[in-house]
Nanobody, 115 residues
Framework: QVQLVESGGGLVQPGGSLRLSCAAS????????MGWYRQAPGLERELVAGINYGGSANYADSVKGRFTISRGNANNTVNLEMNSLKPEDTAIYYCYQSTPTGRFWGQGTQVTVSS
């Protein structure tokens, strides 16, 4: 059973930065993709950024140039560096891992951008 644990959320002022991390355990040790979705109150969950096994990344248009996704050396961790944060980035951020056996999710971490 794959388990994903996120960390690094919190409260930050507009223009500030946060770094989210996600570690997978019991994971599939093969090619997999990892990334982040987010869900704001009243809105659908949306893709923020994803990165495949080879390191190619994709981003939502709303975060391009501000967020950077990366994978750890063991390839079972994923990080999201978030800069120039805006109030509209406020959401619960969920880590995911996609494997041949399915997609797995973390429990989510709250990011609040407010002055």
């Amino acid at each position: 059973q794959v388990q994903l644990v996120e960390s690094g959320g919190g409260l930050v002022q507009p223009g500030g930065s946060l770094r989210l991390s996600c570690a997978a355990s019991g994971t599939f040790f093969g090619p997999n993709a990892m990334g982040w979705y987010r869900q704001a109150p009243g809105l659908e969950r949306e893709l923020v950024a994803g990165i495949n096994y080879g390191g190619s990344a994709n981003y939502a248009d709303s975060v391009k140039g501000r967020f950077t996704i990366s994978r750890g050396n063991a390839n079972n961790t994923v990080n999201l560096e978030m800069n120039s944060l805006k109030p509209e980035d406020t959401a619960i951020y969920y880590c995911y891992q996609s494997t041949p056996t399915g997609r797995f999710w973390g429990q989510g971490t709250q990011v609040t951008v407010s002055s």
